[in-house]
């Protein structure tokens, strides 16, 4: 988000955020923000055509923050608005702590069965071809009981 929207946002001016920034440039690193560059400005301002601060012109650079960045500016604005904006955060930020620490038992369980189950799949392959043996034996034994019987032949009464 640029400059002069987080501003609005924050119920600031545009340049006393950025003089904010400025005095804490250590909180900013270039993956929160950076400032845009002389190029990246005037392809912006030729998108509106005009400078007129009205409409969306600007006169020089405006920084661009990333979500860290927002959440960095909150806590370095005096504002209220942004002082809430940073007491949701940190609260928001010890609900998902706590929902975490909850749920690392339930891991903890998962975990532990997957190592106790994890060589069933290999023996459930391993009792399919059993019994798959044990069918072809019973059809070999079924086929040599059925089998034509060759040879010498007594008939019983007929000795």
Same mark, same amino acid.
């Given at each position: 988000?640029l400059?002069?929207d987080l501003?609005?946002?924050f119920?600031?001016?545009?340049?006393?955020?950025?003089?904010s920034?400025?005095?804490?440039l250590?909180?900013f690193?270039?993956?929160?923000?950076f400032e845009?560059?002389?190029?990246?400005l005037?392809?912006?301002?030729?998108?509106? =055509?005009?400078?007129?601060?009205e409409?969306m012109?600007?006169?020089?650079?405006?920084f661009?923050f990333?979500?860290h =960045?927002?959440?960095?500016l909150?806590?370095?604005l005096?504002s209220p608005?942004?002082v809430?904006?940073?007491?949701?955060?940190?609260?928001?930020f010890?609900?998902?702590k706590?929902?975490l620490?909850?749920?690392?038992?339930?891991?903890?369980k998962?975990?532990?069965l997957?190592k106790?189950?994890?060589?069933?799949d290999?023996?459930?392959?391993?009792?399919?071809e059993?019994?798959?043996?044990?069918?072809?034996?019973?059809?070999?034994?079924?086929?040599?009981?059925?089998?034509r019987?060759?040879?010498?032949k007594?008939i019983? =009464?007929k000795?």
């Amino acid at each position: 988000m640029l400059d002069l929207d987080l501003a609005n946002l924050f119920g600031v001016e545009t340049k006393q955020l950025k003089r904010s920034v400025r005095r804490n440039l250590d909180r900013f690193p270039q993956d929160f923000m950076f400032e845009l560059s002389k190029q990246e400005l005037a392809n912006w301002r030729s998108q509106f =055509g005009t400078s007129n601060r009205e409409k969306m012109g600007v006169r020089r650079p405006p920084f661009a923050f990333t979500e860290h =960045g927002v959440l960095m500016l909150s806590s370095v604005l005096t504002s209220p608005r942004a002082v809430q904006v940073n007491i949701q955060i940190v609260r928001i930020f010890n609900k998902m702590k706590k929902m975490l620490l909850s749920y690392q038992n339930l891991m903890t369980k998962i975990e532990s069965l997957e190592k106790l189950y994890a060589d069933h799949d290999d023996k459930i392959i391993l009792i399919f071809e059993y019994v798959k043996q044990l069918e072809k034996m019973k059809i070999e034994e079924t086929d040599f009981h059925n089998r034509r019987k060759i040879g010498f032949k007594i008939i019983p =009464g007929k000795e």
